[in-house]
């Protein structure tokens, strides 16, 4: 079993450059097109578009990510020192001050509350703001006394879409709920996928994750039934959400690509986790929005 480690963060890169290097800024393409997709089905049910929404969606979806990663960087980087592979993160290098990441997370946080008054006069995304942050942010100390700290991490993820519905139609349906689920088990999937790579060190260290306590196979047998999961809820969601053929033919790919990202991690080789965690999601999440896009851009001609 391999783990590699980081690489040095380039300390000659700007300050904005190390903090968006510090939230994996990139990384936001995860969560970001389920929340956009949710909020494509309730613009095309609703049958109006504002733009303002919409920047608001992405500016609650930066804020919100970039907080939650912030803090989770902060309270980690005692953990983030000892970890062979994430001693070369911003703070155990000297790269960022806990001061500099403190403010940053308290700016980000600022700015998720903000961008909910774009959505007034709803004003559940308003109310819901303060909560819903608390939840991200608590993620961050589930795997000190919880196995299950990866799927905490996807109920996380999961309320974008749920989010982005309520602040555009200003109440709740099965489809962005049924979406949520799919992002449940497979955020929670991929996230066992990763943590395989801390195996030795979680144990060492008396931290709690799947492959720490039940072994490398075991986790990748969970991961594999998450991720069955998913393909599941996506094609309920596909049923829910009324889709068509463009949709149907995503799903088939996406269940090729699943298995594809599992072909890429064995128990005795984890080199490939990256490449399977990074690419494959990435591929996957924004994949699913422009099907669904597609698809109902196809129903309305």
């Not at 936001?28 to 578009?49: D, I, K, M």
């Amino acid at each position: 079993m391999t783990t590699a480690a980081v690489p040095p963060v380039e300390k000659k890169t700007s300050l904005l450059g190390h903090l968006l290097s510090l939230v994996r800024f990139s990384h936001t393409v995860f969560a970001l097109p389920f929340a956009l997709l949710s909020a494509t089905l309730a613009w095309y049910q609703r049958g109006t578009f504002r733009w303002v929404e919409l920047v608001g969606i992405l500016v609650a979806m930066v804020c919100a990510r970039s907080a939650a990663m912030a803090f989770n960087r902060l309270v980690d980087r005692k953990y983030d020192a000892d970890n062979p592979r994430t001693k070369g993160r911003h703070i155990p290098a000297g790269i960022l001050s806990v001061g500099q990441v403190t403010l940053f997370l308290v700016l980000c946080s600022a700015g998720f509350i903000a961008s909910t008054l774009l959505f007034l006069p709803n004003r559940w995304p308003l109310i819901l703001s303060v909560p819903v942050l608390l939840f991200l942010l608590s993620y961050s100390y589930i795997k000190r006394f919880s196995m299950w700290c990866h799927y905490w991490l996807a109920a996380a993820l999961m309320l974008s879409p749920i989010a982005a519905w309520i602040a555009i139609m200003g109440s709740l349906a099965w489809p962005p709920v049924i979406l949520s689920a799919v992002i449940f088990f497979w955020v929670g999937g991929f996230d066992i996928l990763y943590a395989c790579q801390d195996y030795e060190y979680d144990k060492q260290a008396g931290l709690f994750s799947i492959p720490a306590r039940l072994g490398v196979r075991n986790a990748l047998r969970i991961s594999m039934a998450s991720h069955f999961l998913m393909l599941a809820c996506l094609g309920l969601f596909w049923f829910v959400g009324d889709f068509g053929i463009v949709f149907m033919a995503g799903m088939v790919l996406f269940a090729g690509l699943l298995v594809y990202q599992h072909t890429l991690v064995r128990e005795d080789d984890l080199s490939r986790v990256n490449l399977a965690f990074f690419h494959t999601n990435a591929v996957l999440s924004i994949g699913i929005f422009l099907v669904g896009a597609l698809d109902l851009l196809l129903r309305s001609i």
